[in-house]
Structure formats: C-alpha cells, structure tokens
C-alpha cells in the first residue's frame, strides 16, 4: 500500500496482489486509526462476497473468481476483540456491466484500488449482540 496524509486523513493506493480487508487492517494498525470512513473504487480478483441471512444470524458467501470493477467500495473501521474491524461493502460489476455486491470478506486487486479515509483517533469497538448475531458498532449516546 501506498499512502498519503492528508487534511481529513489519508489517500491510499492498494497494489495488485494486495488482498484488500488484510491491507486495510494492517494499515488501521500501523497507523493507531482509532475509528474511520472508507471509500473507494478500483479493480479486483479472487472475491469474497457475503449477504447477512438474519434468520440463520450469519452471512451466506459467494466467492467470485473472474476479474470485476470495484464501482464503489464503502464503510468504516472499528476494533473488535483487540484487533482492526474492517466493515467494507462493494459494488462490482464485469464485463457484461451488471452489477452485483454484498458485504466483502476479502478480493485481490487486480489493477489497483484507491482509497480515502477519513479518520478519526476515537476508538470505537463492536460488541456482538445476541439477538441478530451481528457484530453492532458500541456508541454511547442515544437521541
Ligand atoms: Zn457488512
């Protein structure tokens, strides 16, 4: 990864090879980011996608072995057990110019990925809650 500071926080460049969510978590490391906004868009192989089935609470996965364009990469960063929690979604589309997407579990990039994050040094954790299975952000303040 290549990557510049800049106002809000950084722009990174993902080089081919570089499998997406490990990248991003070893660069929340490096870097202490405590909480941040991804976004992003690029080119990607060798995809894990997933959509969450609230009635079995865990996510059904798709994997997807051609060569996509990353249409839009989203999400943010929070820490889950001590360690980097990257919630990223895509939206990919092929050579046929449909789009698909879902949650994304892990992609290679083919050609490259560029990234903005918007960060923040406040930490902000997940906690698991039982009732959907799902790993919620934990915020302090209700309106
Ligand atoms: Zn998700």
Known sequence: MKFTGTEFGYIARLEPGEEIIASLSSFVKARAIGTASISGIGAAGELSIGYFDRSKKEYIKKGLSGEYEILSLTGNVSHFGGEPWIHVHVVLSGAD????????FSGKVTVTVEL?????????????DAASGF?????????
């Open 116 to 128: 903005a994050l918007v960060v923040s040094d406040e930490r902000i954790e997940r906690k698991e």
């Open 97 to 104: 110019f449909a789009a698909l997407g879902g949650h994304l």
């Open 135 to 143: 790993r919620r952000l934990e915020l302090e303040q209700s309106l």
